[in-house]
């Protein structure tokens, strides 16, 4: 049906920068909004950030000023984009996107598999 699958997590340093991409395949209609969460060892999974199909972003307070979310609408892809990371920013990262799977349907959730992010210092 529809398939979130991430790419770009990685070993980083600290201070680093890496990229993830998010790739949403099969039955889609349309794409609403898209966002990246993140869930480190014994943590709650959390919001970094989102985008919506118009462009409007919004941050978590840990990622403002670091992060970079885009995405392109043509390729049904989520970017983040990640820079001067610290050993906090180390999670599994995972893309969520609101997906309408045919004209007349809801609206509904998917996610991704997940992709690790380390960063060491």
């Known amino acids: 049906q529809v398939q979130l699958v991430e790419s770009g997590g990685g070993l980083a340093q600290a201070g680093g920068s890496l990229r993830l991409s998010c790739v949403a395949s099969?039955?889609?209609?349309?794409?609403?909004?898209m966002g990246w969460y993140r869930q480190a060892p014994g943590k709650q999974r959390e919001l970094v950030a989102s985008?919506?199909?118009?462009?409007?972003?919004n941050y978590a307070d840990s990622a403002k000023g670091r992060f970079t979310i885009s995405r392109d609408n043509v390729k049904n892809t989520v970017y983040l984009e990640m820079n001067s990371l610290t050993a906090e920013d180390t999670a599994a990262y995972s893309c969520?996107?609101?997906?309408?799977?045919?004209?007349?349907?809801?609206?509904?959730?998917?996610w991704g598999q997940g992709t690790q992010v380390t960063i060491s210092t």
């Open positions: 969520n996107a609101e997906i309408r799977t045919r004209r007349l349907d809801s609206y509904q959730f998917y």
């Open positions: 099969g039955r889609i209609f349309s794409i609403n909004d």
């Open positions: 985008i919506t199909s118009g462009g409007t972003t």
